[in-house]
């Protein structure tokens, strides 16, 4: 074996190359979750790099990380990024006290009975809900967040309807609740505006808008075109049918973000906290 070593330089670009690949924070978020198990939280990092397939739209890949804190999955996709990441909402429409997730729940029982959809639970830590995120880029380009968000839903949904498969063909009771999750190293911050106050000859925001920095945020989009609707003509019934839920994390903020979810609070309503029934 040759004890050659790399120059500074070389040594440089070898540095970024690794870094750039993402894997580095990958590994480091999932040591954050491993230190902390069973005594700051209980999610358990039970795998990395799990392959998925979806078969309908002849797509696959790899989640990062997957933790698993009792009846809840939380699906993990890190993305490293040098720019900050800004969510837009329109002056009014803040609620910082944001508790509803909107995500896939399945339920099968042990005479073969099976459900799954997509519900509104309430789930912790609350946060600011957003629609809208700009993702900087390189020189003017943009990249949007909803295709992370979306690639991660579809990987989520692959893997759910996987493993419900197998338990469903052994009859073995089950119950789950999906978290999708993105990590990133990007200063995420939120900004109110005025959308009647906009300048419409340039598009500008005007003085009165507001940045705050946040340590995670809820992203909610139409990012399935899997919908149970009915056929209709009701197109904002078909957009809210379609909408997923997704959490977005700042990196060093995460085992804290762990820590808030610690009681695994997961319900759907006060009065209810399951959607589903199935008769036993």
């Given at each position: 074996m040759s004890d050659w070593s790399p120059?500074?330089?070389?040594?440089?670009?070898?540095?970024?190359?690794?870094?750039q690949s993402g894997f580095p924070l990958q590994l480091a978020i999932e040591e954050v979750a491993r230190s902390g198990y069973d005594r700051e939280h209980?999610?358990?990092?039970?795998?990395?790099?799990?392959?998925?397939?979806?078969?309908?739209?002849?797509?696959?890949?790899?989640?990062?990380?997957?933790?698993?804190?009792?009846?809840?999955?939380?699906?993990?996709?890190?993305?490293?990024?040098?720019?900050p990441w800004n969510f837009l909402m329109p002056e009014g429409?803040?609620?910082?006290g944001a508790e509803r997730f909107r995500c896939r729940v399945a339920e099968g029982t042990n005479r073969g009975l099976r459900?799954?959809?997509?519900?509104?639970?309430?789930?912790?830590?609350m946060s600011t809900e957003a629609e809208f995120c700009v993702v900087g880029g390189s020189g003017n380009r943009h990249r949007l967040l909803e295709k992370y968000c979306f690639d991660l839903v579809t990987a989520t949904e692959a893997i759910a309807h996987a493993r419900e498969e197998v338990l469903h063909d052994r009859k073995e009771p089950f119950r789950f609740g999906y978290l999708p999750l993105i990590v990133t190293t990007a200063r995420l911050y939120s900004c109110e505006f005025g959308p009647a106050k906009l300048d419409l000859a340039e598009a500008t925001l005007g003085a009165d808008r507001r940045f705050r920095e946040e340590r995670w945020i809820r992203f909610r989009k139409s990012l399935s075109?899997?919908?149970?609707?009915?056929?209709?003509?009701?197109?904002?019934?078909?957009?809210?049918?379609?909408?997923?839920?997704?959490?977005?994390v700042q990196a060093t903020h995460f085992g804290e973000f762990l820590k808030?979810?610690?009681?695994?609070?997961?319900?759907?309503?006060?009065?209810?906290?399951?959607p589903l029934e199935l008769s036993s």
């Open positions: 120059d500074e330089k070389a040594t440089k670009r070898l540095v970024d190359l690794v870094e209980y999610w358990d990092p039970v795998t990395r790099e799990l392959p998925w397939l979806d078969r309908e739209n002849a797509k696959d890949g790899f989640v990062d990380l997957v933790l698993l804190n009792g009846i809840m999955m939380m699906t993990v996709e890190c993305k490293r990024s040098p720019t429409a803040r609620d910082e459900q799954s959809a997509y519900f509104d639970m309430r789930t912790d830590p075109t899997r919908t149970h609707a009915p056929a209709t003509d009701d197109l904002d019934r078909v957009k809210k049918e379609g909408e997923r839920s997704v959490f977005v808030a979810t610690r009681s695994g609070r997961f319900q759907y309503s006060e009065t209810r906290s399951w």
